[in-house]
């Protein structure tokens, strides 16, 4: 073998500590006042037991692992139901470890300053180096409206002008542009320390470089300017305007003279003094039913209990489109309603003096109200006439367009305009005239657009580091990184997503979260109110995921616990449960689930079908029978309020595999009474109604091993602070988040109504 030499010495770390930043330990504050736990007992359940390492993970390894996850909105489906329906795998969620990486909850020692003191390097250094660059500015996107188009096909109440769009309108330019930049080099032994204490390694015979890139604290900003025509609904936006004036009159008015509140209900109505049975409009006597003389006149009529105005004018049929081209009003047809009582009216009946079939000015008529009583009417201020007054315009803005539009340019054949063009016009009843309803206008977007300006490049050259030895144990600020990351949906937009799961071995296997909490209403379904309705404590906390034995997980252990969280919102009291039991589980991850059938395909093995691309061949099902499962049920109470919300995982540890399947469940207070009442559910046995929130199936795993001794020697552990993640490559430059968790779960309760 041939024997690898290394010029070596040794650097002497010494500790000068700051302030500490480890989280604090919240199950110091156990009650166990009248809890379980098997902890102290030498031999429980079936005498099955594992080292804690064998079964979930064992941090010294590179652990590359993918499961299927379910949503909610899937979660009434198996591997193999999911694949059957929609032939494709369900959604995945990837997990991974960092095995090169300790994170450090301490700020790092500052100290050995002659072995990081950097020395110039003249040689590599240039002044004023200058480096082509460009950035691409694009404008804000636009879409043209091109016309309005009556919807027909919507209900008659639903009926609107439907916006016709053109495609989306979008400019960008290349701005081209020089930096200007000095360029550095210097040599050091190594850079800012990466431990606190212990035997540095390092090979005295290679050099490795490292970039840093400093920035200008201003950044140089670029503007481009687009210029666009663009179509748009006028300011006047008749399509939104819902009539105020009630009496069609042209004029604002007050509200109507109220005669008598006959029947003393509060409100002012056109009263029937009888049963009108053959709908005449008249008392008939010995066919119609007397009700009530409300007026006490002695007879049987029709009494307003207001003055229903007319307008002095002889009004028109209110103008509809004759869909079935019939001349009669349909009740599915659209109508303009000009006098606020939401029902088509017929014109004005009249005299016919002069018998020519039409009515002329000076004939006779009835000056007919609406129906109903009017209040003073509503108006909307606006500068009419362009006077810099404003006046009172008889209408109200509607969030639809769904007011018809009318042509009266030829007031003895008004037209219901069912399509608007681009410059369409029109004259309203009054002769006022409205022009472009849909305009054409010039406007510019302006963009910014921020580059970083690069004050320096810096190269520094290190020694490569060989070795760090810091004794047999490990120490107990030892804390293991490791990451998930999935696609989540949200209303048809996918969304990448990604958590950071900090874990430590101290006694039992233990995980440093954000404690999170609802506020004090409670109840939280819809997505702004789950975003709004929990709130997280600021301080890192230690909590223990799962109890081991002198390390091992055992059948038949049991954890209870329970106290009181006082908090700066609320005290909660929060109830814990442990418990672990042997158990065998079937997850859709196999080793091999094809067979290579060469020139005739690939030969699947779930279903047996044959394919041209391994890739197509869905996962086949693989059974773990050395496998412990692991409940975990948290309630936490407001005191006060008693409201509850509670949080169940169930999880497979399968020796060799880490996690093969996990359930996360959550739930509400349950209804005391009615179970149709409570969200969650029909509560179980122990009236708790429960709602599936996520499973994740094992699909696929890659675990890296080596000897520990090998590794500390050939590629010790680098310590990382949190704020450092988003620098550094190995972690896809993400920065550091940490949601609601337990174990590699992410709890997300948005989930539940997307």
């Known amino acids: 073998m041939e024997k690898i030499k290394y010029s070596i010495f040794t650097v002497f770390l010494f500790i000068f500590l700051t302030r500490c930043e480890k989280p604090v330990e919240s199950e110091d504050i156990i009650s166990e006042d009248g809890a379980t736990s098997t902890l102290d007992n030498s031999s429980v359940g079936t005498g099955a037991e594992g080292r804690i390492s064998d079964y979930f993970y064992n941090f010294e390894d590179q652990v590359e692992a993918k499961f299927f996850r379910y949503r909610p909105s899937i979660l009434q489906y198996d591997y193999g139901s999911y694949y059957s329906f929609l032939r494709k795998d369900p959604p995945s969620m990837f997990y991974k470890t960092f095995s090169d990486y300790l994170v450090s909850m301490k700020p790092l020692s500052s100290d050995s300053i002659n072995y990081t003191r950097r020395h110039y390097i003249d040689s590599l250094s240039v002044e004023d180096r200058i480096v082509n660059d460009s950035i691409l500015i694009s404008s804000s996107q636009f879409k043209n409206l091109e016309s309005l188009e009556w919807d027909f096909e919507a209900e008659p109440s639903q009926q609107r002008y439907r916006l016709r769009n053109s495609e989306w309108v979008q400019s960008d330019t290349m701005i081209y542009y020089a930096d200007t930049f000095d360029v550095s080099a210097y040599r050091a032994v190594v850079d800012t320390p990466y431990i606190d204490s212990g035997i540095l390694f390092v090979d005295s015979s290679e050099w490795k470089d490292t970039n840093y890139v400093f920035m200008s604290s201003e950044p140089v900003r670029f503007v481009a300017g687009f210029q666009f025509v663009r179509q748009q609904l006028s300011n006047d936006s008749l399509v939104f305007r819902d009539n105020t004036d009630c009496n069609d009159n042209g004029q604002w008015d007050v509200g109507e003279n109220i005669v008598q509140d006959y029947n003393q209900d509060g409100k002012y109505e056109i009263l029937y003094e009888f049963d009108d049975q053959n709908g005449n409009g008249v008392y008939d006597d010995g066919t119609d039913i007397a009700l009530s003389d409300f007026n006490g006149d002695g007879i049987y009529g029709i009494v307003y209990e207001f003055e229903d105005m007319g307008n002095e004018l002889w009004d028109v049929a209110e103008i509809w489109y004759d869909i079935d081209g019939d001349s009669l009003y349909d009740l599915n047809e659209p109508y303009q309603d000009r006098n606020c009582n939401q029902k088509w009216d017929n014109e004005e009946i009249y005299t016919d003096a002069n018998l020519n079939g039409s009515y002329d000015l000076g004939e006779d008529f009835i000056d007919r109200g609406n129906g109903i009583y009017d209040n003073a009417e509503s108006y909307t201020l606006e500068d009419i006439d362009g006077d810099g007054t404003e006046e009172k315009a008889l209408y109200l803005l509607s969030d639809r367009p769904d007011n018809l539009l009318v042509d009266w340019s030829d007031p003895n054949?008004?037209?219901?305009?069912?399509?608007?063009?681009?410059?369409?016009?029109?004259?309203?009843?009054?002769?006022?005239?409205?022009?472009?309803?849909?305009?054409?206008?010039?406007?510019?977007?302006?963009?910014?657009?921020?580059?970083?300006?690069?004050?320096?490049?810096?190269?520094?050259?290190?020694?490569?580091?060989?070795?760090?030895?810091?004794?047999?144990?490990?120490?107990?600020?030892?804390?293991?990184?490791?990451?998930?990351?999935?696609?989540?949906?949200?209303?048809?937009?996918?969304?990448?997503?990604?958590?950071?799961?900090?874990?430590?071995?101290?006694?039992?296997?233990?995980?440093?979260?954000?404690?999170?909490?609802?506020?004090?209403?409670?109840?939280?379904?819809?997505?702004?109110?789950?975003?709004?309705?929990?709130?997280?404590?600021?301080?890192?906390?230690?909590?223990?995921?799962?109890?081991?034995?002198?390390?091992?997980?055992?059948?038949?252990?049991?954890?209870d616990t329970s106290y009181y969280d006082t908090t700066s919102v609320a005290v909660y009291f929060i109830e814990k449960s442990f418990e672990v039991?042997?158990?065998?589980?079937?997850?859709?991850?196999?080793?091999?689930?094809?067979?290579?059938?060469?020139?005739?395909?690939?030969?699947?093995?779930?279903?047996?079908?044959?394919?041209?691309?391994?890739?197509?061949?869905?996962?086949v099902d693989t059974t773990f029978t050395d496998c412990f499962k692991i409940t975990l049920k948290k309630t936490m109470t407001m005191v006060g309020s008693g409201v509850e919300f509670g949080q169940r995982t169930n999880t497979w540890l399968a020796k060799g595999h880490g996690v093969v399947k996990s359930e996360v469940d959550v739930r509400w207070t349950e209804h005391p009474f009615q179970s149709e009442n409570t969200y969650n559910g029909i509560p179980d046995e122990n009236n708790e109604a429960w709602v599936g929130l996520s499973r994740i199936e094992l699909a696929e795993i890659s675990i890296g091993t080596q000897s520990n001794l090998f590794r500390r020697l050939s590629n010790p552990a680098t310590e990382i602070k949190l704020k450092e993640l988003v620098n550094n490559p190995d972690f896809d430059f993400d920065p550091f988040i940490l949601s609601p968790q337990a174990g590699i779960n992410t709890i997300d309760l948005r989930e539940l109504i997307r």
């Open 413 to 559: 054949n008004p037209v219901a305009k069912m399509e608007i063009n681009l410059n369409d016009s029109l004259v309203d009843r009054w002769g006022n005239v409205y022009n472009n309803i849909i305009e054409s206008v010039n406007f510019t977007d302006v963009k910014y657009k921020d580059v970083g300006d690069i004050d320096s490049l810096v190269t520094l050259y290190t020694r490569k580091k060989v070795g760090h030895i810091t004794g047999s144990e490990k120490e107990p600020d030892d804390y293991y990184i490791t990451k998930s990351e999935w696609m989540s949906s949200n209303l048809g937009v996918e969304e990448r997503k990604y958590n950071y799961h900090i874990f430590y071995e101290e006694d039992h296997l233990n995980q440093v979260v954000y404690p999170s909490y609802f506020l004090p209403e409670g109840f939280y379904y819809t997505p702004n109110q789950i975003e709004d309705g929990f709130w997280q404590k600021s301080q890192l906390e230690s909590e223990i995921l799962y109890y081991t034995y002198n390390g091992l997980l055992r059948d038949g252990e049991q954890v």
């Open 581 to 619: 039991n042997s158990s065998e589980v079937k997850v859709p991850a196999a080793k091999n689930r094809y067979d290579d059938l060469g020139v005739s395909g690939i030969l699947c093995l779930r279903d047996s079908s044959i394919v041209l691309d391994a890739s197509e061949c869905p996962s």
